[in-house]
Structures are given as C-alpha cells and as structure tokens.
C-alpha cells in the first residue's frame, strides 16, 4: 500500500506547486498590470490614511491642503476653490487624482523608499506627504480670471528666464471641492464648455497669426530673411494654387518683413513660409516645442501636442509639416490644419524673450520634507536652442513695433516696452465668430515675463482689441 | 536524542515566531513595544508545552514535527489574526484552548483507537446528519448562498468541519474490509467490482453530490470527493478508481454549475474577477479581485507586517480577511516569499501525515492516516487556490490560521488521531 500514498503525496505536491505558481503570478508576473487595473483602488484607498501634502503658491498661499477626519482617514481641501483648478487638479477616492496632484502624487503622499523609508516605519513614524511649492501667482492669476469675464479661454504666463509658470487659466473652471460627491463629480464630467479640461495645455485651437512668430523666426534664423527683406504683400496671392487674402483684402505692395509683422500681412507670410520649405519649417518648429505633448509638470493625459493635424480616414492625427497634406504657405499664418495650444504660444514668445533660449516650463519649484529639507528640485531646465540671440534681437524689435504702431498696441504699457503679436483665427466665417489670440513679453530690454492669451469665441473681435487688453492686465499684475 | 526531546526543542522556533510576530504588530499599531508580546508568547509556549506534556506522558513514541509544525502555523494565524482584530484573536486564543483540550481528550480517550472500527455505521449515520443539519430550519445558517454553519444558542459552528473526520473513518474502515473484493473481478480486461461492493462507494459519490445541492458548496464537496478517491487508490491501487471518480464528479459538478445558480456565479466570477458586471454584482467577483490586487501589491517581499489595507475607515476593502482571504493578507505583508514559506510548512506537515501512513503496520491505520493528511490538504488546496484564482473561491478556513472555532478543534483532533497512529507504528517499528 505504500507506492499509492507515495503517489498520492506526488500529486499534492503538485497540487501545491500550482499555488506556489499562481501566487507567483500574482505577486510577480501580473503584478504591474493588476495594480493598473481600474478596479484597483488599493492605492488611492492606501493614501486616504497619508497626510498628503500641501500645495502652495509662489506667495505662501496654500492652493490645497489635507484635513484629518474624525476616522483617522485624511480628506483634500482646497482653499482658494477654482483659482488653479484645472493646474492644482484633485485628490478624492473617487474621481481619482488629476493635474499636479497626479504628477507629483509619490512626492505629496511622501513614498519614502529604500533604508530611510525603512528606518522611518521602525521610528513607528506615520508616512507624511512632502510639501510642493511654485512659482504660480495667485494675484496675477486673479487678474487673468477677472479679465477673461467669464467667457471660454485661457492665459498661460511664464517666466521666459527659467520657464516658471506664473499663470495658468482656464475657463469655464470650477470648484474641486465639489468633486467629494459623486453626483457633482458626474455633473462636472457632462457639464457644457468641459470645466474640467485644462484648455492651456489640452485645448487645441488655430493659432492664427502669432504663429507668424515662429515664421519670421524661421526666415531670420536660418539667413533666407533679414527684417528688411522685402516681399510682395498684395490681396489674393496664390499659395498653393488658390488665391490667399489678406485682412479686409488690403493690398500692401512691396514691404519690409518688420512691417508685414507689424500689419499682419497674410499673403507675405505665407510667401516667406512657402520659400523656407517644410523641412526648415518643420526643424524650428520642434526647436518651438511643436510636435510633441506640450513639456510641462502635469500628467501626459493632460497635454497635447501642438502642430499639423490631418484626418486621411476621418481620424484627427498629428503629422510632420513636411506630410504631403500640409499647405505649408497657409499653416504658416496659422491657418490650414495647425492646431496649438495657449502654453505653446506661450512658449513661443518665451523663446524670443529669452535671447533664442526656450526654458523648459515648470509650475512646480520645489518639494519640503515634514523635516523642513528640500526632497526634490525642480532645477530650470534648457528645452532647447530655437534660434541665435541675434536673430532673437530681431525678431524682438519686429514685435515691439507689432505693439508700438501695429495690430497690438492696446497691450502698451505705460514706461515699460512690450513686445508682442496679435492673432484672430476664424472659426465661422459666416456668422462672423473669430478666436483672438495674442501673444507677448516684457520688458522687451530685460523679459521677465512671457504670456499668451486666447478666447474661444467672439462675435468679430480681434486678437488686437479682445485678447491683448487681457494681456496687459496680467504683465502688469506679474511685474509690478 | 530522543522523540520528545526533539519535540520540545521543535516548539522553540514557533515561540520566536510568535513573539516576533507580536512584536512587529505591537510596533505598527503604534502603541510602545511593551512586554505585552512576551506575555502572548509565553502563553503560547505554556499551551503548546502542555500539550507536549501529554504527549510525552501517553504518546511517548509519537512522530516528534507535527506539533510544532503546528505550532508554527497556530501563531501566524494568531499574530495576523490579531493584526486584523484584537477581540477575534483573543476569541481564537480561546477555541485554541478548547482545541487543546479536545485534542487531549482524543488522547487520553481513544487510547487504542481501532475500537473506532467497531462503531463505523453509527460514525457515517452521525456525520452525514451533521452535514445536513445547516439546512435544518431555525438552527441553519446561510453564508454567501452556502449552507455550512449552525447555531445553538450562543454558539455557532459548522458541522462540516466534524462530518469529514467522521466520514474518514468510515471510509478507512469500510475499505480495508472491501479492498481485496473490489479488485477480485476483472471484465474486459478492466477491474469491475460488483455493485454490492462498489454501492457505498457510489452513495458516497452520491453524498458528495447532494453537498454541492444541499450545502451549496463546491470547495467542501471537493475536498471530502478528492480525500475519498486517495483513499479509494490506496485501498485499491488501481488508477481506474480515481480516473472514473474524477470524472464522475466534474460530470455532476457541470450539471451542478449550470443548474445551481449559486454554484454557476461562483464559476463565473472565477472565470471573469474584472468583469465590471460580476464585480459589481453581491455575491460577484468583488472578493476574488480584492484578494488578486492585495497579492499584486504584496510582490516579492510584502508590505511589512502589519502593513496590509484591510479597511479604510469603517468600510472592510478585503472580506472575510481573518477567514476565507487570510492568504492573501499573508501574502500582501509577507510576499511572496512569506505565502511560499507557508506553503512549505504545510508541505512538511503532510510529508508527516503520509510518512505516518507509510509506517503504519495495518491497512485501517494507513488508509485513516492518508484520508486525514489528504482532507487537510485538499483544505488548504480549496482555499489557497481558491484566493489565488487556481479553481472557484469557496469558504474553507485555512487550517490553524484561519480564525474559525469548529476548524481549530477538528484539525485537533486530526492531528491527535495522526499523533495515535504515529506512535503505534513507531513503536511496532522499534520492536
């Protein structure tokens, strides 16, 4: 009878190496995908009893901060309600986290790992979440909301010098203190105009004529172009075979790039991008950041990528501007398929502010450890060289005039240069519905600051009358 | 050294462990590491020293690892019982006490225990009243769509736990008689017992089957089929018995699962733990992907003791923890290496169970102590694989961890009844 309880044994024994393995499975092998699975709320339920940390504002101002329940559990609060909403984002157990709160979630829960994470739970210490400091501006920010007035738009300001976010505005915004409930979560998700949507970084609009920036740039840089290089600039050119017009179809005649800048001249700008070509195009525009998700510290599913989109089957896909479907003449007036997003702009005039140099932006500075030390920092980073300093020179006195003379003189600060561009992108032609954009920096001698700002829709406005008296206002606010 | 000797100094490294484990849990919740956990191990030791005791005095022969094999596996349960809740681990501590005491009270009255023989019918009428007493009205109960426990006053157990040491013995006796007639006829060049013969075997089929109806419970009827067929192979060692067996039962277990509602959801929620609908639904797949993502956040080395999200304020994210998902606690704290190093300890406990089996002289004491080791394993199979998604979670306790009073005093006794027949054989073998 001993040979079958030996077999008998033999077959538990495998019985048991079938656990052994479906254990290792699901510690080892599955263990990446089961903790991404949806359902999974281990974690987000694990940081409910985590003192997360706050969030602060340039000022000290506390944008969000957590509050301990009577259960021992923690609850997010946010005190200044929507200023930064779309930036700041949420941290509730049900709608998840979203915006800095996801990107900088190990930092703000304070995942301290390896031998002082170790010594810490010994310690019997709770896990503490590190405080997050930025550079945002509450103030300025304020300022951008009041002046947007309610209507759908957004303001990005940044630092040209380091690529600090000073301002980031979004509207519609909303309160993310709502989103404990789940009825209020579930209103804002379906609510007209996407409140939730942080249109600076994931709203793609047409940039219209700021996008003549990037242009001139090209033109300048590259030595096909001086400021006064002269191109014909008469109504209903062909570019691409089809007659392009300019604004009100003024005829302009032969004129100097600085003055094609300075009245907007579309047919002289498409011309000047036709003749640069898509390969030279295409090269400063990914210097300008076009091409790839726009580089900011917020979650990738926040942020899109500016540049050509073209639907061969009916899908809106990003292509090279060298695709054969690009109109290169008209996507460099901002027209055609070119989609950009308000950061983007910004970034454009970030890098003409900053002597051809385009700082990487970063809302974020630093992190503080419960202790009071610096557990991370943000150092500036260098996103690229877009084009030389002395091109940047130019391109910078071509815009002052923009603001001096030309399209965007209601940006005009009293004592301090500004330098900038106007840009009105139609989206109805026949009921007259147009984006104005505008896009600047100052002080044109030392930048401190570069903005973009843009309204989704307005009846007939103009980027030089609607979006750069918005402008003004924030620069103001920033440099004072 | 001798038997008892290795024994006791066996007991040792299960007296570190508990105080260890305390230890770590004392240092978790927070509360400063007093002598506290030194008072619990000193206890634990006491128990298990007392058990020693008898052993030594009526078993002194007896095989020496299975008590601090179960030692060990007692102050995990213990430790994670109490890392869960305080009171369920005082109340565990206390049906340990009475677990001792039927444990010594199998000793001390079942000095021989073949007279076990004499009163086999009267053993499988009792268990298999037993195991339909859940569905007797006003003291049945229901859990989770399975019949499995009763209520007396106060008291609550599940008879379950008694029936399958019962319905071992039976079978262990009833086979040693038929053995040899179960193989005397060949047909077609195949065994083909004659129907009086193979007839109690078939109504034991039969029982198993009106399990899954009665009590509901694919993971119970399982367990008592799979402890029949071993037996039924080493009584018979013949391959045909379990291969017809097997198919039988997952012939009646299809039926079962396609007609029986409770059953057929188990199965589905076996097969589809993220679907949104089954997880969603009660009784769905709610418990099975808790207890997966628990063990996908343990990964190798654990979360630390004491570490595991078990509830976030009053609401419970893994049910049943302390019963039917104390693995995957396990696992979540310890890891895998930790849900591993368990495993092993139960393989070392039915190494004994079967090495006990091998050196029993007669072919009762083989054929019982092979049912019993065999029962406890499938148990640990049931449950184990059911957590860890190798067959349908069904609630079994783990055997001396899972918090659960009828499991710990009728795993006692088991082992008890193991501890017999190893020292009647060890001592037949010295001679």
């Known amino acids: 009878m001993n040979k079958p309880i030996i077999r008998v044994f033999a077959v538990l024994l495998v019985l048991f190496g079938l656990l052994a393995y479906f254990t290792t499975r699901w510690t080892v092998i599955d263990r990446a995908e089961l903790q991404d699975n949806p359902q999974n709320k281990r974690e987000l339920l694990a940081q409910q009893r985590i003192a997360r940390g706050s969030i602060e504002a340039a000022s000290g101002t506390v944008l969000a901060r957590s509050v301990r329940r009577s259960d021992g559990t923690y609850a997010r609060r946010y005190p200044e309600g929507g200023l930064f909403a779309q930036t700041v984002g949420y941290s509730f157990l049900n709608p998840g986290t979203a915006g800095l709160e996801r990107f900088y979630n190990g930092q703000l829960t304070g995942r301290t790992a390896g031998l002082e994470g170790t010594l810490r739970k010994l310690q019997g210490k709770r896990q503490q979440g590190n405080d997050l400091q930025t550079a945002l501006d509450p103030l300025a920010q304020q300022v951008a909301i009041d002046q947007l007035a309610g209507r759908a738009g957004a303001v990005v300001a940044l630092d040209p010098r380091n690529g600090r976010v000073k301002v980031m505005a979004s509207i519609p915004s909303y309160d993310p203190n709502v989103l404990r409930s789940a009825r209020q979560t579930a209103r804002l998700n379906s609510a007209p105009g996407a409140p939730l949507l942080n249109r600076t970084t994931a709203g793609l609009y047409p940039p219209g004529s700021t996008f003549k920036v990037v242009t001139a740039a090209a033109a300048i840089d590259s030595g096909l172009y001086e400021p006064s290089s002269t191109v014909n600039g008469d109504n209903a050119i062909p570019i691409s075979g089809v007659p392009l017009n300019n604004d009100g179809g003024q005829s302009f005649g032969e004129v100097d790039l600085t003055t094609a800048l300075t009245q907007s001249v579309n047919t002289v700008w498409a011309q000047v991008g036709e003749r640069v070509g898509k390969r030279r195009m295409s090269r400063y525009m990914e210097r300008f950041g076009f091409g790839s998700p726009v580089p900011v510290d917020l979650p990738p599913s926040e942020r899109l990528a500016s540049g050509l989109y073209c639907s061969p089957d009916g899908n809106r896909e990003l292509v090279s501007p060298t695709d054969s479907c690009v109109d290169i003449g008209r996507a460099s007036i901002g027209q055609d398929k070119l989609l950009a997003t308000p950061l983007q702009m910004a970034m454009v005039a970030s890098a003409v502010a900053n002597r051809g140099i385009l700082m990487r932006p970063a809302i974020a500075t630093r992190t503080i450890d419960p202790e009071g030390r610096t557990a991370y920092e943000n150092t500036p980073q260098r996103f690229s060289r877009v084009m030389s300093a002395a091109s940047a020179e130019k391109l910078t006195a071509m815009m002052q005039r923009v603001v001096q003379e030309g399209t965007g003189t209601a940006a005009a600060l009293s004592g301090i240069e500004v330098a900038g561009k106007t840009g009105t992108a139609e989206r109805d032609v026949i009921n007259n519905i147009t984006q104005p954009w505008f896009i600047a920096f100052a002080p044109a001698s030392d930048p401190q600051i570069a903005i973009a700002v843009t309204i989704e829709k307005t009846v007939g406005g103009f980027g030089g009358t609607d979006a750069a008296p918005i402008a003004k206002a924030v620069m103001e606010s920033v440099l004072r | ?431």
């Open chain 2, 1 to 431: 050294m001798n038997a008892r000797n290795r024994e006791l100094l066996g007991l040792l490294p299960a007296s570190l462990l508990i105080v260890a484990g305390f230890g770590a849990v004392f240092l978790q919740e927070q509360t400063q590491l007093d002598n506290l956990s030194l008072t619990y191990g000193a206890i634990f030791l006491g128990l298990c020293f007392a058990a020693h005791l008898i052993i030594r005095v009526r078993l002194p022969d007896a095989d020496p690892y299975l008590l601090p094999i179960i030692a060990v596996l007692a102050s995990i349960g213990l430790v994670v019982i109490y890392r869960l809740n305080e009171t369920l681990a005082r109340d565990q501590a206390q049906w340990f006490v009475i677990g001792l005491i039927a444990f010594a009270a199998t000793i001390v009255l079942l000095r021989d225990y073949r007279v076990l023989e004499r009163y086999r019918y009267l053993i499988a009428a009792a268990s298999i009243a037993l195991l339909l007493l859940p569905r007797v009205p006003g003291i049945g109960q229901q859990a989770n769509g399975a019949y499995l426990g009763i209520s007396l006053g106060p008291v609550s157990f599940q008879p379950a736990e008694f029936a399958k040491i019962g319905i071992i013995i039976f079978l262990a006796s009833y086979l040693r008689d038929t053995r040899a007639l179960l193989v005397s006829r060949k047909r077609y060049g195949i065994t083909l017992p004659r129907l009086k013969h193979i007839g109690p075997l078939l109504l034991v089929w039969g029982l198993a089957m009106l399990m899954l109806v009665f009590i509901r419970d694919l993971g119970s009827s399982l367990m008592f089929f799979g402890g029949f067929l071993a037996m039924l192979y080493v009584a018979t060692d013949r391959l045909i018995f379990p291969v017809v067996g097997f198919g039988l039962f997952g012939i009646g277990a299809w039926f079962f699962a396609t007609t029986v509602g409770h059953v057929g959801d188990r199965i589905s929620a076996w097969q589809h733990p993220f679907d949104p609908k089954l997880y969603e639904q009660i009784g769905g797949s709610y418990q099975i992907a808790q207890s997966l993502f628990a063990q996908a956040d343990g990964g190798l080395w654990g979360e630390g003791f004491g570490q595991a999200l078990i509830s976030v304020g009053d609401s419970p994210i893994l049910p049943a923890a302390q019963t039917d998902l104390i693995y995957a606690v396990i696992v979540n704290e310890l890891g895998l290496i930790g849900g591993i190093a368990l495993l092993l300890v139960y393989v070392l406990l039915i190494e004994r169970g079967f090495r006990i089996a091998v050196l029993a002289r007669d072919s009762f004491s083989k054929l019982l102590a092979t049912g019993l080791t065999t029962v406890v394993a499938l148990q640990v199979f049931v449950i184990v694989g059911g957590v860890t998604k190798v067959i349908p979670l069904t609630g079994v306790t783990l055997p001396f961890v899972s918090y659960g009073g009828s499991s710990i005093v009728a795993n006692f006794v088991i082992v008890a009844l193991l501890l017999l027949i190893s020292d009647r054989a060890r001592r037949e073998a010295r001679r």
